[in-house]
């Protein structure tokens, strides 16, 4: 079972093989964003005291669901409500993280009061699990967590056919822009233009996907595995989370990277695109005013071909720690 309110195709595209029943379910807050570039801290903390009251129904009925599937474990990607119903039906719990939302929040604590009882709260939630997992770049080493990989998802298409499919010209860069999935309008379109040797892929909230000159218009839910584009791409661009970041450093792809300054998780993951991947990095005003498109040349010729070191990927980490934890039990 899977609680979450991500729509079901990102499941299906994500999880194809795979038997699970998809339950709609609010099981955290996170920043409610106005923008994929900014965030309402003051919505984000009345959403966050309702949510950790633990009182609405949404909380029963993930309760209620999770008693009556008996599950063996309960596996949380920083979701407090996860260690919360864990803790009520003692269910063996396991946090997975490379930051807790409490580590985030205490930057606000100081200049919006609801926030000292947020913390508090999530605090004390973040202590309920049997095994603590931290994703690499994580942002704070907790001395009852275990290091694993960065967590990526896996290339299903080779790069040529995922060029043919798209209909890219042998001789193009190609690049892809993306700002993580959140609905954005780009005032550099018409710049992309003048770039005849490159096509752009443009990934957002579209209708359907769609090709013009140059620039290719991706919806989030195609036919296509999305990190096959990261994989297919000679460079991406855009807003800078974990899931961009690492599947840029496993794909070998150059990243030019917007970070969010006002989010604590930006430098983490600027510290490790500065040492572990070949990365530049621009301003907001960079990136929507096309300004970027001088600074990308330079990162074309360094997309890493050869193979790299072998490095296991930490979802396979993640698995095998579980197993052994209810092998224990």
Same mark, same amino acid.
């Given at each position: 079972?899977?609680?979450?309110?991500?729509?079901?195709?990102?499941? @299906?595209?994500?999880?194809?093989?795979?038997?699970? +029943?998809?339950?709609?379910?609010?099981?955290?807050?996170?920043?409610?964003?106005?923008?994929?570039?900014? /965030?309402?801290?003051?919505?984000?903390?009345?959403?966050?005291?309702?949510?950790?009251?633990?009182?609405?129904?949404? #909380?029963?009925?993930?309760?209620?669901?999770?008693?009556?599937? @008996?599950?063996?474990?309960?596996?949380?990607?920083?979701?407090?409500?996860?260690?919360?119903?864990?803790?009520?039906?003692?269910?063996?719990? !396991?946090?997975?993280?490379?930051?807790?939302?409490?580590?985030?929040?205490?930057?606000?604590?100081?200049?919006?009061?609801?926030?000292?009882?947020?913390?508090?709260?999530?605090?004390?939630?973040?202590?309920?699990?049997?095994?603590?997992? +931290?994703?690499?770049?994580?942002?704070?080493?907790?001395?009852?967590?275990?290091?694993?990989?960065?967590?990526?998802?896996?290339?299903?298409?080779?790069?040529? +056919?995922?060029?043919?499919?798209?209909?890219?010209?042998?001789?193009?860069?190609?690049?892809?822009?993306?700002?993580?999935?959140?609905?954005?309008?780009?005032?550099?379109?018409?710049?992309?233009?003048?770039?005849?040797?490159?096509? &752009?892929?443009?990934?957002?909230?579209?209708?359907?996907?769609?090709?013009? /000159?140059?620039?290719?218009?991706?919806?989030?839910?195609?036919?296509?595995? &999305?990190?096959?584009? !990261? #994989?297919?791409?000679?460079?991406?661009?855009?807003?800078?989370?974990?899931?961009?970041?690492?599947?840029?450093?496993? *794909?070998?792809?150059?990243?030019?990277?917007?970070?969010?300054?006002? #989010?604590?998780?930006?430098?983490?993951?600027?510290?490790?695109?500065? /040492?572990?991947?070949?990365?530049?990095?621009?301003?907001?005003?960079?990136?929507?005013?096309?300004?970027?498109?001088?600074?990308?040349?330079?990162? &074309?010729? @360094?997309?890493?071909?050869?193979?790299?070191? *072998?490095?296991?990927?930490?979802?396979?980490?993640?698995?095998?720690?579980?197993?052994?934890?209810?092998?224990?039990?």
């Amino acid at each position: 079972m899977i609680f979450s309110t991500l729509p079901n195709w990102f499941w @299906k595209q994500n999880l194809s093989g795979t038997d699970y +029943q998809c339950i709609l379910a609010e099981t955290d807050i996170g920043l409610i964003q106005k923008s994929p570039f900014s /965030h309402d801290i003051d919505s984000s903390a009345r959403a966050w005291m309702d949510f950790l009251s633990f009182s609405n129904g949404n #909380f029963t009925y993930c309760l209620r669901l999770t008693n009556e599937f @008996k599950p063996d474990c309960i596996l949380c990607d920083i979701s407090p409500l996860g260690l919360s119903v864990g803790k009520s039906l003692r269910i063996p719990t !396991v946090l997975i993280e490379n930051f807790t939302w409490d580590w985030m929040f205490e930057i606000y604590a100081g200049q919006k009061p609801h926030f000292k009882e947020i913390n508090q709260k999530l605090s004390d939630l973040y202590e309920n699990f049997d095994l603590r997992l +931290q994703a690499t770049p994580y942002c704070k080493k907790a001395d009852n967590g275990i290091t694993i990989n960065p967590i990526h998802r896996f290339q299903i298409l080779p790069v040529l +056919q995922v060029r043919e499919k798209l209909n890219i010209p042998s001789d193009h860069r190609l690049v892809l822009i993306t700002t993580g999935g959140i609905s954005q309008n780009y005032d550099f379109i018409q710049s992309l233009r003048n770039y005849t040797d490159r096509t &752009f892929l443009l990934a957002g909230n579209f209708d359907r996907m769609e090709s013009n /000159h140059n620039i290719i218009r991706i919806p989030m839910n195609s036919h296509f595995h &999305f990190p096959d584009f !990261v #994989f297919a791409s000679d460079l991406v661009v855009g807003k800078v989370g974990y899931g961009t970041l690492v599947e840029c450093w496993a *794909a070998g792809t150059p990243l030019l990277g917007v970070y969010r300054e006002d #989010f604590r998780e930006s430098e983490r993951l600027r510290r490790f695109s500065n /040492h572990e991947m070949t990365a530049a990095e621009i301003t907001f005003e960079e990136f929507e005013s096309g300004a970027w498109l001088k600074q990308a040349k330079n990162l &074309f010729m @360094k997309k890493i071909t050869a193979d790299k070191p *072998a490095m296991e990927n930490g979802s396979l980490q993640v698995a095998r720690e579980v197993n052994s934890l209810l092998d224990r039990r």
